[in-house]
């Protein structure tokens, strides 16, 4: 950090000191606009000559063979369409938070849209008025796109996953206050904390009176100052992003400090309300009478979309059985050489409306384990009384009944592939709220029963969420988001997200 004396004396802390001079971010941009450009290039160039079997210049090697010489005009318009569409994408926004899966949405987004355009344009426009009888290759723009696809999305993951590593060494981080000094507060700073990669360095918080007392093992944070004095930190520790946390500061207060900050600071404001506290986007507006009327709980899915939801959950159980196989076999000897009992645990599970299923799972504690610690856990967990010795799923630290395998098994996940049985027998979905056991139904408050409405998953939203780090209530939020915003994208978006989850080991401890 750098000593700067004026901030340092009044707030408690120096102003950040920047790690790379000022304009290397600006020419990163330019130097990464630049590669789209001569990558634009080479993919069409590249699928010309894969589908034609031709040379792109010309003999003498100063100009267009005359086979590619159609296909000029295309060329310049495809580049340009395609630095165009990333633009839009905001591919080169390199500030702030971002997801592998997002950024590759974005690049996809990128690419399919401007194919669209080169098509149109090459057998709308034609390469100029010389070719306008000349018959295009529909082959060149499917391998172009498919070249590009690859091309782009390897080359923009791989610049975020240098990005990445910068940040962890404190490069590229942007300069951040929290507003607030209650648990919100505390869990976004932690969270920003630890995970550098999102891009977010916290000078430290903002409020009135001194924080609430941390988790065991957190860091206090610094309390620069009040609300009131939230323009003038911004602007002297030179402040970008500020995340408030409390929703209980009066709006006008907050109104004026933005106001006093001006635009040209360039500050962006963010509010980050309770864990998942949000009006479900499944809600129908009605009429009784005169009187308008929304209604909030409906069906969470239509007819249709559970036959969507069913096939999907088919094709992907089967596909992913045939594929996982060789495991299956592998985990199955580890387990019966590991210690003596069955292979598969079963147990009983709550599944949609509360019908009883048993739940397959390669077994990973002794076979004569008592589920007694197992219901005390629970039992924590449901009443908000966790004292850190038990997890989401209500599963012990230090846990004596797992065994050497099945501790491997549960932090690669690989005890849960039995359970694609279930999705293929219908019991359960590939995507879904957690299947919880019945004597944790058992105390459930009738909010909580709202869970059951769908199919549990094999993977979810609880599980990207941060599984170890949820209490029961927060995971039943993240439950009753998943089946009021239920979507195929939102599936698809989880699966790409539980990949890296299960990498990083955010498994039950």
């Known amino acids: 950090m750098e000593s700067e004396t004026g901030p340092k004396a009044r707030f408690g802390v120096a102003r950040t000191k920047k790690r790379v001079p000022e304009w290397v971010m600006p020419a990163t941009k330019v130097a990464v606009f630049a590669a789209d450009i001569l990558l634009s290039a080479f993919c069409f160039l590249a699928a010309f000559m894969f589908r034609s079997e031709k040379s792109v210049v010309s003999d003498d090697g100063w100009g267009w063979s005359q086979d590619f010489s159609p296909y000029a005009g295309i060329l310049a318009f495809a580049v340009v369409a395609r630095a165009l569409m990333l633009l839009y994408q905001r591919v080169y926004d390199l500030g702030g938070a971002f997801t592998y899966t997002r950024e590759a949405i974005k690049v996809f ?6 194919s669209l355009l080169i098509v149109a344009w090459a057998f709308l426009f034609r390469g100029g008025f010389a070719f306008r009888e000349f018959s295009y290759s529909r082959g060149v723009f499917l391998i172009d796109f498919g070249i590009a696809l690859a091309a782009f999305t ?7 996953a240098l990005q990445a590593r910068f940040r962890e060494r404190g490069i590229n981080l942007i300069p951040t206050v929290v507003v607030g000094n209650n648990s919100e507060a505390m869990q976004t700073i932690t969270e920003l904390t630890e995970r550098r990669h999102l891009g977010y360095r916290v000078i430290g918080m903002i409020a009135d009176s001194p924080p609430e007392t941390p988790a065991e093992g957190a860091a206090m944070p610094a309390l620069l100052g009040s609300v009131d004095e939230l323009s003038d930190i911004i602007r002297e520790l030179e402040i970008q992003e500020v995340i408030i946390t409390d929703t209980s500061i009066k709006s006008e207060r907050l109104f004026d400090a933005m106001m006093a900050v001006g635009r040209s600071q360039r500050v962006e404001f963010r509010f980050a309300p309770s864990l998942f506290d949000l009006l479900p986007q499944k809600t129908s ?18 007819d249709g979309q559970r ?6 959950d088919i094709v992907i159980a089967t596909i992913a059985a045939i594929v996982s196989a060789p495991i299956w076999l592998a985990a199955a000897i580890a387990v019966k050489l590991d210690s003596p009992g069955n292979v598969m645990f079963r147990q009983e599970r709550v599944g949609m409306d509360g019908r009883v299923f048993l739940c397959y799972k390669f077994r990973t504690m002794r076979s004569d384990a008592d589920d007694s610690l197992h219901r005390e856990a629970y039992t924590k967990n449901i009443a908000g009384r966790s004292d850190g010795d038990s997890a989401l799923h209500g599963k012990v630290k230090d846990d004596p009944r797992i065994t050497r395998v099945g501790s491997w098994l549960r932090r690669s996940s690989i005890d849960e592939l039995p359970q694609l049985i279930n999705v293929i027998l219908g019991d359960m979905s590939i995507v879904g709220p957690r299947p919880p056991i019945p004597y944790e139904v058992e105390q459930y408050e009738p909010w909580h029963r709202k869970r059951l409405d769908m199919k549990p998953g094999i993977t979810g939203l609880w599980q990207v969420s941060g599984r170890n780090r949820l209490t029961f209530e927060e995971m039943v939020r993240v439950d009753l988001y998943y089946i009021e915003n239920w979507s195929l994208l939102l599936d698809l978006r989880i699966l790409l997200l539980t990949i890296p989850a299960i990498l990083r080991g955010d498994e039950t401890r």
Not at 285 to 302: A, C, K, T
Request: charged content about 20%; aromatic content about 6%; glycine content about 2%.
């Open 285 to 302: 507006v009605d009429q009784i009478g005169v009187l308008p009327m929304v209604r909030l709980f409906r069906d969470p899915l239509s």
């Open 154 to 160: 390897l080359f923009h993951l791989s610049i975020r």
């Open 109 to 114: 987004k990128a690419i399919l849209v401007s």
């Open 307 to 312: 036959l969507v939801k069913r096939l999907s």
